[in-house]
């Protein structure tokens, strides 16, 4: 009985310690921050792909959907983003499986930021455009799918 127990009280000791494994190689240094930009990403990625779509004609255009995604993906862009790139959380320090942002990023804000404005200049434009008819939003689509590239063939690591 009391041998079961300490065999009971070791196995929860092991999976705690398998636990607490899983838990420290899922976190890192500045995950939270990596994390809060990548879903950042993800919120442009989701909005955007409603946008292009309906510009596309996979989708059907709908004028309230068109301008609620362009206003989402707008509000995303003018993000404050002081704490979502700390030094020392690119690619090169933690590894591409954690983050695609490369160290470039980091020794050339100037570049970075009229990068971001590109961005924050054609969401504004999808903003007005987008829900006041499909050629309005097609007219507006280019700009701001320009300036996803922009930054990306410059600072973000190629996948493989
Ligand atoms: C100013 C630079 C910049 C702009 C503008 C930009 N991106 Fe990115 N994007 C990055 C960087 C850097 C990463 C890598 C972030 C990381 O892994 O930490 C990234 C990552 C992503 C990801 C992957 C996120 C994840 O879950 O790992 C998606 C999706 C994405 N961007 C979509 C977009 C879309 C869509 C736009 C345009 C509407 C856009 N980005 C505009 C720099 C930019």
Same mark, same amino acid.
């Given at each position: ?9 070791? $196995?929860?000791? #092991? ?23 990548? #879903? ?30 362009? #206003? ?37 804000? #100037?570049?970075? $930021? ?24 097609? $007219? ?21």
């Amino acid at each position: 009985m009391l041998a079961k127990r300490i065999l009971t009280a070791t $196995g929860a000791v #092991a999976v705690m310690g398998l636990a607490l494994a899983a838990y420290a190689a899922d976190s890192g240094p500045h995950d939270k921050a990596i994390k809060a930009r990548q #879903a950042m990403f993800q919120t442009y990625n989701f909005n955007l792909g409603i946008l292009g779509a309906m510009a596309k004609g996979k989708m059907e255009y709908n004028a309230d959907l068109a301008a609620e995604s362009a #206003a989402n993906l707008n509000a995303a862009a003018n993000f404050g983003q002081s704490a979502y790139w700390p030094v020392g959380s690119d690619s090169a320090t933690l590894g591409k499986e954690r983050t695609r942002a490369l160290p470039a990023l980091w020794e050339n804000y #100037a570049d970075v $930021g009229e990068k971001a404005k590109a961005l924050t200049d054609a969401t504004a434009i999808l903003n007005v455009e987008a829900g006041k008819s499909l050629e309005a939003l097609q $007219g507006a689509m280019g700009a701001a799918g320009k300036s996803c590239k922009g930054c990306h063939d410059d600072y973000r690591a190629k996948k493989n």
